[in-house]
């Protein structure tokens, strides 16, 4: 341990003490599933799979989940005695309660003229610690800047990434080409408003530092506060890139039957209304697609302001050349048919639908999911239900170098998202990648995917296993393969960063 950055220790011992302070079961959960994921640790019985179910949850803890914060305060409030061991969680929640309803500054424009580019990227997570699509886009777009003559400097939030458990020996690291700087304190300080307080502050230190002329934050609105209260006290604008939408991810974690009545709850909307507000306040918005992009001009956004900038590749996957055998036998793979995809294992990416598909399959089919989630343990389980749990292969998060090996691995990449508010409007990033390399796409009929696909895959309603085993047929019979390598040049990372450079030139020009 003595080989690690000593404020990493610090300032992960002290995140975990206040966590478990604030919500015990949950910080467990996540220990437990940290702990899963590292073979090298055993997961102790101590951990065990009773421990996250909610029944045994107050009242008051219950009304928050379910997105009525105020009255789950209240009552802990009138009857502080009853609910001493919520006491951390009610200050945790009062102060959430006021980020969501804080205001942002406003920026005076009139100062924003500058003949140099230099952004400052301020991202929730980053590789190595975080391998997701939000990362991965993140990199991908940071590297292609670079690459592409943009001055780019990458700092990642407060406490990252020793609040997820990470420790690390420098303040800053390189990956390829790109920079990452921590914001990490020696101690972890429970009160929100310090924690962003401490951020502005050390933004402010490297703007003035690098000369740095746009500022560039992603979702959701607490990097917008940040990221805004910075702009405006050093002039300089900022741009908001809408990625997902938490309001909708967190809707979207809620059971079918209770939907309704959670888009009503307090939560839902206050979080929805600090989103709207980040958008109104950044000076320019990015949206990943067209259907997200008319979906934010509805709820009032300005076209004007909305750029539309998709996930994209590497052109070097572009009608890339490999051995599809030995690649399976690399990769240790049973022959037979191949069906799967590359994802953050959660409940929304619908998978659960594509193991169900494996009883009306062939024999000699197989799912392989690469990756990992919250959904894992529950996908493990179903297939041993199922009596199929042979035909399933989960290897786990993997190295992103050898990422592309798994895609050129399948016969068919699948994408069976659930349908919800969420699922309509962000387009996933995997996709593009299989249609470059020559691998048929199968997918949940949902707007944002028939866009990122641009209409070449096949397509079956949400949910339905029988649709998705007809598009799983079809597939097969038909890779469009030119198709899928025609749309795929289209959506590189270098013709994003392209994009990005004029909205940035736009934003500075007198």
């Not at 500058?114 to 991965?136: A, C």
């Amino acid at each position: 341990m003595s080989t690690y950055n000593f404020g990493s220790v610090t300032a992960l011992v002290s995140a975990s003490f206040f966590m478990f302070l604030e919500d015990p079961r949950k910080f467990l959960k996540n220990v437990k599933l940290r702990l899963a994921r590292d073979q090298k640790f055993p997961v102790p019985k101590f951990f065990s799979s009773a421990m996250p179910v909610r029944h045994g949850e107050s009242i008051p803890r219950q009304l928050v989940r379910n997105g009525d914060i105020s009255s789950g305060l209240e009552l802990i409030h009138l009857n502080r005695i009853k609910y001493l061991p919520d006491t951390f969680f009610y200050l945790a929640w009062k102060q959430q309660l006021g980020i969501l309803e804080s205001e942002l500054p406003a920026v005076d424009s009139k100062w924003f003229h500058s003949k140099e580019i230099t952004v400052l990227h301020f991202l929730t997570n980053s590789l190595p610690f975080t391998t997701s699509g939000y990362s991965l886009r993140s990199h991908s777009i940071l590297s292609a800047q670079i690459e592409l003559g943009i001055q780019t400097e990458a700092v990642t939030r407060y406490g990252y990434p020793a609040d997820i458990g990470k420790l690390f020996r420098k303040n800053s690291q390189t990956i390829n080409n790109v920079r990452y700087t921590r914001i990490v304190p020696w101690i972890w300080n429970p009160r929100i408003e310090s924690r962003i307080h401490y951020t502005v502050e050390e933004l402010k230190r490297i703007v003035k530092l690098k000369e740095i002329s746009i500022l560039h934050t992603t979702t959701g609105g607490f990097n917008a506060l940040i990221v805004a209260r910075v702009a405006s006290q050093k002039g300089v604008p900022w741009i908001y890139e809408v990625r997902g939408a938490p309001e909708s991810t967190w809707l979207s974690k809620i059971s079918m039957k209770n939907q309704a009545m959670a888009m009503k709850s307090e939560f839902f909307l206050k979080s929805q209304y600090a989103e709207l507000r980040a958008m109104q306040a950044a000076d320019a918005v990015v949206v990943l697609s067209e259907t997200h992009k008319a979906e934010l001009e509805s709820r009032g956004v300005s076209s004007a302001k909305i750029t539309v900038i998709p996930n994209g590749i590497d052109e070097e996957y572009i009608n890339r050349e490999f051995d599809q055998q030995s690649i399976r036998t690399e990769l240790d793979l049973p022959p037979g048919r191949l069906i799967g995809s590359v994802s953050s294992l959660v409940g929304y990416e619908g998978f659960e639908y594509l193991i169900r598909a494996l009883l009306n399959l062939s024999s000699d089919t197989y799912v392989v999911l690469v990756g990992d989630g919250e959904e894992r343990s529950r996908l493990i389980q179903l297939a041993e239900e199922l009596g199929v749990s042979e035909r399933v292969i989960l290897p786990g998060l993997v190295d992103r170098r050898h990422a592309w090996k798994w895609y050129a691995a399948l016969d068919v990449f699948v994408i069976p998202r659930i349908d919800s508010d969420v699922t309509r409007k962000i387009t996933p990033i995997k996709g593009v990648l299989a249609q470059a390399l020559g691998i048929p796409v199968v997918g949940s009929d949902l707007p944002a995917i028939r866009e990122v696909t641009g209409n070449l895959g096949y397509y079956f309603a949400p949910g339905k296993v029988d649709e998705l085993v007809k598009a799983l047929e079809l597939a097969g019979k038909n890779s469009r393969r030119s198709e899928n390598l025609n749309w795929a040049k289209q959506r590189t990372w270098r013709k994003n960063a392209e994009a990005y450079k004029v909205l940035y030139e736009n934003l500075l020009s007198p």
